[in-house]
């Protein structure tokens, strides 16, 4: 498991049939942003997918070890400060699908940041 303080802090969480749904805040204090890139600061992808393994493990939506993925797909910018929705659903066959939406300001999740897919063993 990630250590927590490299873990986004998580406002709310809604159970979601074979998933769930959180509510994150992107601390601009996070060591994630430093670095990449000065200037115009954002969540690296790699970050992006250990975050939903972890929330995922921790939330009790998976359980075996990362085995691949597919599908991934990044379209818009994570930048500190924000807050964002991920959707962690487990489906058939050992996978679980992630995606990352920012919120909007009525707090509902709008476009699209990251998605994909993860195989587990």
């Given at each position: 498991?990630m250590?927590a303080s490299?873990?986004?802090?998580?406002?709310?969480c809604?159970?979601?049939g074979t998933?769930?749904?959180?509510?994150?805040?992107?601390?601009?204090?996070?060591?994630w942003?430093?670095?990449?890139?000065p200037?115009?600061?954002?969540?690296?992808?790699?970050?992006?997918?250990?975050?939903?393994?972890?929330?995922a493990?921790?939330?009790g939506?998976?359980?075996g070890?990362?085995?691949?993925?597919?599908?991934l797909?990044?379209?818009?910018?994570?930048?500190?400060?924000?807050?964002c929705?991920?959707s962690?659903?487990?489906?058939?066959?050992?996978?679980?699908?992630?995606?990352?939406?920012?919120?909007?300001?009525?707090?509902?999740?709008g476009?699209?940041?990251?998605s994909?897919?993860?195989?587990?063993?």
């Amino acid at each position: 498991m990630m250590d927590a303080s490299l873990l986004p802090e998580v406002q709310a969480c809604q159970p979601d049939g074979t998933g769930v749904l959180l509510t994150l805040y992107l601390a601009p204090d996070l060591p994630w942003f430093s670095g990449h890139f000065p200037g115009a600061a954002l969540l690296p992808g790699v970050t992006q997918l250990h975050w939903a393994l972890a929330l995922a493990r921790r939330e009790g939506v998976m359980e075996g070890q990362f085995a691949g993925m597919d599908q991934l797909k990044f379209q818009r910018p994570l930048r500190p400060g924000m807050r964002c929705a991920l959707s962690l659903q487990r489906h058939a066959e050992g996978r679980l699908r992630f995606e990352y939406r920012i919120l909007q300001s009525d707090g509902e999740p709008g476009e699209l940041a990251s998605s994909g897919r993860v195989s587990l063993t």
